[in-house]
């Protein structure tokens, strides 16, 4: 009952001081918005997610550098499966648990009826999917029976499936890929182009390995140079370091009986946005974590800074309300459960409209914060005229529970800013209340 009243008098007051309750309310909304776009950044890039579901334990081998000993530089390039085969798979790895290879191209992809169009493609091997975590709408991933020479089948996307038949569900109808006939065996959900890794639209069974590759002949000499990226899944973050040491042991003992030299490049799941900035920085991995959370702070704090201000100035022009409440016997416990509701009043509107904001400024910007995102599938992507691809999503990535925690942070932080000035306020005697009164 109590609660009701306090409610429909802080209703009241707000609507009675319009601009003040619109300043608060946008104010609150405005800083909610900007932290989560960066907490939402933050989790595109940081964070396990459709369908990188084990980034935080991958190791991604995206080149290595191979030199003849001897000369100066060296190439850069992509890595063979005879490489792969060689230093990785032959040997066990401790605290490996599986790996994968991946080979990018552009691809032109045609239905039944001849109508083509061009989409990013993968060839993977069947460890693939134990790598990454697609969500199946229809069908099923590749398997053994996929990597039929005659009969291979392919796994599509359903924007690319909805572009070809008009109908996600294309289980069992052919495609020719660049001329070659495949059948369709599984449909999975748009990936976002925010998963650098796995970015795709077609993946099809990796027939031909090594053979597609005609750098040998290109450079004239043998090279275990290819097309391939390599991901290793530790069993654990921690085993990083024994994966990488086991690997560089490897290639120097390969490299002091060689006339070759080959140089590993390792880059965690994290995208190298992360690593980038600690190495220019010199910043451990922790203190860009505290700086982080110092700079949402500091958004959140510099709104509840101006609200104290205009609290208090709000409190003074109020003060001969509270002396008429305070002679008719109403208690500073009174008064101050009345300034708490129309505080969390005011709060939870804001709430609302950050809500809203985070959704419209995450939208507005989407292809921005795709665009952030290194990677060769993204390159690719924009290569040449294809299906569009699945732009950044704000389902995948926003956290509504991570909201809630900071809409109460902020509530507790807006209510404690109106209450220092309130406390001032209600602590005069009740006279200088009553002569304020006009």
Not at 68 to 78: D, F
Not at 176 to 200: H, M, N, W
Request: net charge negative; with cysteine; hydrophobic share 45%.
């Amino acid at each position: 009952m109590k609660l009701g009243m306090y409610l429909k008098e802080s209703w009241y007051n707000l609507r009675k001081d319009r601009v003040y309750s619109a300043v608060y309310i946008i104010g609150t909304g405005f800083s909610l918005a900007l932290v989560m776009a960066y907490l939402t950044v933050q989790s595109m890039h940081f964070d396990n997610s459709y369908p990188e579901v084990h980034r935080d334990r991958m190791l991604v081998i995206p080149t290595f550098m191979e030199s003849q000993k001897g000369s100066q530089g060296g190439s850069n390039a992509m890595v063979s499966q005879a490489f792969v085969d060689r230093f990785i798979r032959n040997e066990p790895v401790e605290g490996l648990e599986t790996l994968t290879t991946v080979a990018f191209r552009d691809a032109v992809v045609a239905n039944d009826l001849g109508e083509a169009v061009g989409s990013v493609a993968s060839d993977v091997d069947m460890e693939y999917w134990k790598v990454f975590g697609f969500d199946f709408l229809y069908g099923h991933a590749l398997s053994e029976t996929s990597y039929n020479q005659a009969a291979p089948e392919a796994v599509i996307c359903e924007s690319l499936a909805r572009t070809l038949y008009g109908r996600e569900d294309i289980v069992g109808e052919r495609l020719f890929i660049d001329s070659k006939e495949y059948r369709v065996c599984g449909v999975v959900r748009d990936v976002p182009q925010t998963a650098s890794l796995a970015f795709s639209q077609l993946w099809l069974p990796d027939l031909e390995g090594d053979s597609r590759s005609s750098l040998e002949q290109w450079i004239g000499r043998p090279t275990m140079m290819g097309e391939y990226f390599v991901y290793l899944l530790a069993r654990d973050r921690s085993d990083f370091g024994t994966i990488r040491k086991t690997l560089e042991d490897r290639l120097e003992r390969y490299n002091n009986g060689s006339d070759v030299e080959y140089e590993l490049s390792f880059q965690s799941g994290i995208p190298s946005v992360r690593e980038m900035a600690l190495r220019w920085t010199g910043m451990t991995s922790a203190s860009f974590t505290w700086i982080g959370i110092g700079i949402m702070f500091f958004i959140l704090l510099i709104p509840m800074i101006n609200l104290s201000g205009m609290v208090g100035s709000r409190m003074e022009a109020r003060m001969g309300e509270f002396g008429v409440r305070k002679s008719f016997g109403a208690w500073r416990g009174d008064v101050l459960q009345q300034i708490t509701g129309e505080n969390l009043l005011l709060t939870l509107l804001g709430g609302v409209l950050g809500l809203v904001l985070s959704y419209v400024l995450l939208g507005v910007f989407s292809e921005q914060f795709n665009g952030m995102v290194p990677g060769e599938a993204m390159a690719m992507a924009f290569s040449m005229e294809k299906v569009e691809a699945a732009v950044f999503s704000v389902r995948d990535f926003f956290k509504i529970k991570l909201y809630v925690l900071l809409l109460a942070i902020v509530l507790v932080l807006n209510i404690v800013s109106a209450l220092i000035p309130a406390f001032k306020v209600i602590r005069r005697p009740i006279t200088d209340s009553l002569n304020s009164v006009k």
